[in-house]
T-cell receptor
Framework: GAVVSQHPSRVICKSGTSVKIECRSLDFQATTMFWYRQFPKQSLMLMATSNEGSKATYEQGVEKDKFLINHASLTLSTLTVTSAHPEDSSFYIC????????????FGEGSWLTVV | RKEVEQDPGPFNVPEGATVAFNCTYSNSASQSFFWYRQDCRKEPKLLMSVYSSGNEDGRFTAQLNRASQYISLLIRDSKLSDSATYLCVVTPGGSYIPTFGRGTSLIVHP
């Protein structure tokens, strides 16, 4: 079945630095990918929709200059957390809609970001 | 009202019990419905899609009630390994952007 790969799975960075998270669709083309953030015991919150060949669409309250999204190709989307702060520490996860019937959503493995 | 609502639980049940979760959605134009399972500190994984006619997969049964705008998940003969958070996912008609419920926590104990 379709697989979405996300890297890195865990990252620790210092405050003020930037961190890039990659999301790849391995056996299908994803013109759209979604980036979510999940705090402990909270729901997955959609941050932005990444569109290949155009700008990402950000949800209300998400700073586009802080969370840079680049959909470089039909199989790769990246999320860069710039000038990271401890409050950015969270579980970031990407997903892509499958191309088969049923609109199944495929998730990456997620990335645990800790900002110290 | 939130777009997708779930009772966060936790539902604490003994092995072998039958447990049911409901999830309500506010957008009557919603077209696709899913139950995902999320283990602690892991990504969500598809448990089952929910079809209008209802569907069953082993010990799991999912149903859709469009009139009342809710979907349900029934787990029979609960196993310890069923302990997880169960996420309700709804995709509105004309959109491919899924909306997640907060999740319902299930704890199955010996």
């Amino acid at each position: 079945g379709a697989v979405v790969s996300q890297h890195p799975s865990r990252v620790i960075c210092k405050s003020g630095t930037s961190v890039k998270i990659e999301c790849r669709s391995l056996d299908f083309q994803a013109t759209t990918m979604f980036w979510y953030r999940q705090f402990p015991k909270q729901s997955l919150m959609l941050m932005a929709t990444s569109n290949e060949g155009s700008k990402a669409t950000y949800e209300q309250g998400v700073e586009k200059d802080k969370f840079l999204i680049n959909h470089a190709s039909l199989t790769l989307s990246t999320l860069t957390v710039t000038s990271a702060h401890p409050e950015d520490s969270s579980f970031y996860i990407c997903s892509a809609p499958g191309t088969g019937e049923g609109n199944t959503i495929y998730f990456g493995e997620g990335s645990w970001l800790t900002v110290v | 009202r939130k777009e997708v609502e779930q009772d966060p639980g936790p539902f604490n049940v003994p092995e072998g019990a039958t447990v049911a979760f409901n999830c309500t959605y506010s957008n009557s134009a919603s077209q696709s419905f899913f139950w995902y399972r999320q283990d602690c500190r892991k990504e969500p994984k598809l448990l089952m899609s929910v079809y209008s006619s209802g569907n069953e997969d082993g010990r799991f049964t999912a149903q859709l009630n469009r009139a009342s705008q809710y979907i349900s998940l029934l787990i029979r003969d609960s196993k310890l390994s069923d302990s997880a958070t169960y996420l309700c996912v709804v995709t509105p008609g004309g959109s491919y952007i899924p909306t997640f419920g907060r999740g319902t926590s299930l704890i199955v104990h010996p």
